[in-house]
């Protein structure tokens, strides 16, 4: 199984629907993000959380917020989807700022995401 | 703010050609960290490598090797006797070591197709 989960792995949506992304580790590690990827401009960060009271908003945060139910979830909404947020989103963690600093984030396979 | 830089968006090698993956980058910072994380057609990121500003040392990696010019802000990544398998995007990162700035910057990452 793998270490970070993300479920659903493809949704199909409409315009004004609320989605609901979420990741589950199984690393043990304190720091979990969210990404987006769009082609050509990489991936961007949309929240990141350092611990379950910590919540932090990313590059991209508009028209997302997060949810850190415990320290092995993390859970990413769009409360009205709209179409420029269908993307490729990933969830990472890391084990503390060491694991920032040495750049070695785990992260999910992904969930691709189409509103239409 | 940090910036990174892959010019090339696209490149296509035939198998057994070296190829290079240029990356730039800006930061203000004298501390910071670079990584190259490669994406299979699977779509999970791979985490390849760490450089930090203060070790300026090549290094090689099996048929991988990293080349990090600080007079140039370049951390450069050449495949030697590229293979099928090395097809993927490749994306060069950084981070600082400033509390505000706690994530991974990517630049927009380059698509490597190399050829039979």
């Known amino acids: 199984d793998a270490d970070v989960t993300q479920t659903p792995r493809n949704r199909i949506t409409k315009t004004g629907k609320r989605i609901m992304l979420e990741c589950s580790q199984t690393?043990?590690?304190?720091?979990m993000y969210w990404y987006r990827q769009d082609p050509g401009l990489g991936l961007r960060l949309i929240y990141y959380?350092?611990?379950?009271?910590?919540?932090n908003k990313g590059e991209i945060s508009d028209g997302y917020s997060v949810s850190r139910q415990a320290q092995a979830k993390f859970s990413l909404s769009l409360e009205s989807a709209i179409p420029n947020q269908t993307a490729l989103y990933f969830c990472?963690?890391?084990?503390?700022?060491?694991?920032?600093?040495?750049?070695?984030?785990?992260f999910g396979e992904g969930s691709r995401l189409t509103v239409l | 703010a940090q910036k990174v830089t892959q010019a090339q968006t696209e490149i296509s090698v035939v198998e057994k050609e070296d190829v290079t993956l240029d990356c730039v980058y800006e930061?203000?910072?004298?501390?910071?960290?670079l990584f190259w994380y490669k994406q299979p057609p699977s779509g999970e990121l791979v985490f390849l490598i760490r450089?930090?500003?203060?070790?300026?040392q090549n290094e090689i990696s099996g048929r991988y090797s990293w080349n990090f010019q600080k007079s140039t802000s370049s951390f450069n990544f050449t495949i030697t006797a590229s293979q099928v398998v090395d097809s993927a995007v490749y994306f060069c990162?950084?981070?600082?070591?400033?509390?505000?700035?706690?994530?991974?910057?990517f630049g927009s990452g380059t698509q490597l197709t190399v050829l039979p």
């Open positions: 959380s350092f611990d379950v009271k910590d919540i």
């Open positions: 450089r930090n500003s203060f070790d300026e």
């Open positions: 690393k043990g590690h304190d720091r």
């Open positions: 990162a950084l981070s600082v070591d400033s509390g505000s700035a706690r994530q991974l910057t």
């Open positions: 930061t203000r910072d004298t501390t910071y960290y």
């Open positions: 990472a963690t890391s084990n503390g700022w060491g694991g920032v600093r040495t750049g070695e984030l785990f």
